[in-house]
C-alpha cells in the first residue's frame, strides 16, 4: 500500500515522464524519414505552379484513360498520358487565369455545334445541325444513364479546354508581327551572296590514334557546358534470360499424339481399348477437330493465297478427304483435312440496305426498333425491291444506316473473299448474280442485291487438329530449377562467369529512369525498374523476376544520380568534340601558309571553289553545312583572304572572289509578312514547350507510389 501511495503522489511526473518518451519517439521517426518534415503530403502527386494535383484525383482520370485505352495500352502508359495532360491543363490554366480569359455559353455552343456538325443523330432533315436535337440527346442521358452523362460532361470540359486553348493561341499570334527591318534583313540574308575560293583541312586528315584526351580534359568540357549534361537520375543493370520453351523431346511427345489422330487407335499400348477414328475416315469433322484441338473449326473455305506457305501446295493438292501433317506452323503442331472444295469467285460487287435494330453494332441511340421490328422492315424492303429494283437507291438514302455506302447508292466494289463478316460473305460470295436476300449480322439485317461476280477458282475448305507446341511440366520444372539455381549463385559469385559458363547470354541495359516501364528483350517489366530504384538496392544486388513464359535473373550495375553526366558515361559523347577541337589546334599550329595556293600545297589537298552562297542557308557545296566558315566569309571584302577558320569538318582558308548584294526593294513588306508568318508557324509547335519549360512542376508520382 505504501508503494501504491508513493505511485499515486508522483502520477504526474510519471505522466511527463511517459509523454516526453512518446514525443522523443515521434520525433525520431520523423528524423530518419526526413521527407515527412520537409516534402508535401503523400497525397500530392504535382505541384504546377502552385497548384496541387490530388493522388484521388489523378488516380480517377488514370481509371477513366485506362477503360477508354483498352487492354492493349499498360498501367504506366495510360498514368504518363494523364500525366501529360494533368500539367498540360495546369500550365495552360496559369495563363488563362492570368490574362482573365474563358470560355462563355455563346461560344460554347459554336464549339459544340462545330464539334459535332457531322453526327447524324443531331441533324435535322436539311442536314443540318439542330441544337434542340442535342438539348433532348443531353437531357436524356441526364435521365437515363449516370455513367453516359458524366462521359458527356467530360467530353463538354475536353471541348472547352480546346476551345480555350486555341483562344489563347490565338491571342499570342495575333501580338506576333514583322516588321520592315526584320522583313530586310530576311530579304538581305536570303539575297546576299558571295562565291568563294577555299581550302579545306580536313579533321579526317589527322588519325583519332594521334589525338590524345584524358578525362580532366573531358571533364572540363563538361563542365563549361552542363547545361548540354544534365541528367535524371538512371540505373544500369545487367539480366540473363530463362525462357520456357518446348524441348526436342516436348515436340515430339506433341507430333506423337497427333500421329494418333492421323493413324487411328482400336487397342492402346497397355491393351486398354480406347477407339479413336483415323481422321481421313471421321463424318462429323467439326465436332471431331473441336474436342481434339487447340483451335476450333473454321468452316469458312479459302483460296491457295489463304494456306501456309510452306505447305500451300501440298495441302491445295489434296483430294477431298485428304490429311496431311504434322507440321509446324506459327507455333503449332498441325494435322489438317480437306474437309470439303468448291469453286468461289474470286471477287464480287454488292449493294445493301443497313436495319440495325436496338442491341446490333451498328445502333445508335436513336435506334429504337427490336430485332423482330427490324425483321419485319427488311423483309417490306426486300418485296419492294423485287416489284421494282429500280428504287434501290432512294430506298438506301432513306434506310440505310451504314453511313460509309450510302453515298455509293449502298455498294461495295468489287472485293474478295472474307472481306465481310461470314453471313454477309457467306450470301455473296455462295449466291449467284442477280440474287436478292436478306441477312442477319452483328451489325443488323442487311438486304443484299449481288450485282457481279468475277473469275470463279477453286477453293478449300480445310479441318486443322493444332497441337500448341508448349514445354511440358518437367520442362518447366528443369527451367525454374535452373533460374533459381542461377539466381543464387549469382548472388554469391561471379554474374559474367557464372553466365558464361552455363553459355547464357547477358544482356546490358544502361539508363533506366525510374518511370520507365519497358526492359528491351522483356518489354513491360515495371517490378524490375522499382527493384533497380528501391533505396535498399545495392550495386552488385541480384534478383529474379518472374516475365511471360520465363524469368529474368538480373543484377544491379550501376546507380547514377540526377545532376551532371559523369565523366564515364559521356566520354563517348564528349570525347568526338574535345578531339575535334585538339585537331583543329593541332592543323593550326602547324600552318603556316597565308595563302589558299601554299596552305593547299602544305596539306596536299586542292583549292575549291563554290558560288552563291547566302547566310540563310549556310552550306558550302562540297564541304556541307559550314555556319561559322560562311558567316566569316560574309565578314570579307571582295578579294580578301581570311584567316584559318575552325569549322564543322575541318579548318578552312576562305577568299572571296565575289560578292552579290540583293537587289533592293522599295517597299519590304512582303518579306516582313514573311516573318510575321514564320513567328505564327511555330507557335503551335513551341510555345507550349515554352511555357512548360518556364513553370514550376513539382513531380511528387514516385513519393505518392503512383508509378
Known sequence: MAVLNKIRQRSLFLIL????ALFSFVLADLFKNSDALTSKSQNIVATINGKDITREDFLQKVEVAQRQAGPNATNTQVMNRVWEQEVRQAVMQTQYDELGISVEKDQMRDLLKTSLATSPEFLNEAGLFDENKLNEYIANLKETSKQGYASWVNYEKSVAANGLQQNYFNLVKAGLTGTLAEGELEHKLEGNKVDIKFVQVSYASIQDSLVE???SEISDYINKNKKEYEVEASRDIKFVQFNEVASVED???IKANLNVFLNGRFVDETGRKDTIVAFSKVKNNEDYINVNSDIKFDNRFVFKSGLPTAVADTLYNLDEGGVYGPYKDNGYFKLSKVVAVKQIPDSVKVRHILIPFTGSRSATPEVTQTE???????????????????????????????????????????????????????FEFEGKTGDLGVVKTVFGFHVIEIEGQKDKVKAVQIGTIAREIEPSEATTAKVFRDASNFEIKAGEGDFEALAKEGSYTIRPVNGIKILDENIPGVGNQRPIVRWAFEEDAEVGAVKRFNIPNGYVIAQLVAQHKAGIMSVEDATAKVLPRVRKEKKAKMIRDRVSAKTLEDLAAAENTTVRSASAINMKSPTISGAGREPIVVGAAFGLKEGETSKLIDGENGVYMVQV??????VKLDNYQAAANRVEQQKINVVNSKLYNALKAAAEIEDNRVKTQVQ
Do not use: C, Q
Not at 515522464?17 to 516526453?20: K, L, P, V
Open 657 to 662: 572572289t565575289k560578292a552579290t548584294p540583293a
Open 372 to 426: 423482330a421490328e427490324a425483321k419485319v422492315t427488311a423483309d417490306s424492303l426486300l418485296a419492294v425491291i423485287k416489284s421494282d429494283r429500280s428504287k434501290f437507291p432512294e430506298l438506301v438514302k432513306e434506310f440505310s444506316s451504314d453511313k460509309g455506302s450510302v453515298e455509293k447508292e449502298g455498294r461495295y466494289d468489287w472485293h474478295p473473299y472474307n472481306t465481310m463478316v461470314p453471313e454477309f460473305n457467306d
Open 251 to 253: 515436340e515430339n511427345a
Open 213 to 215: 584526351v584524358s578525362k
Open 17 to 20: 515522464i511517459i509523454a516526453m
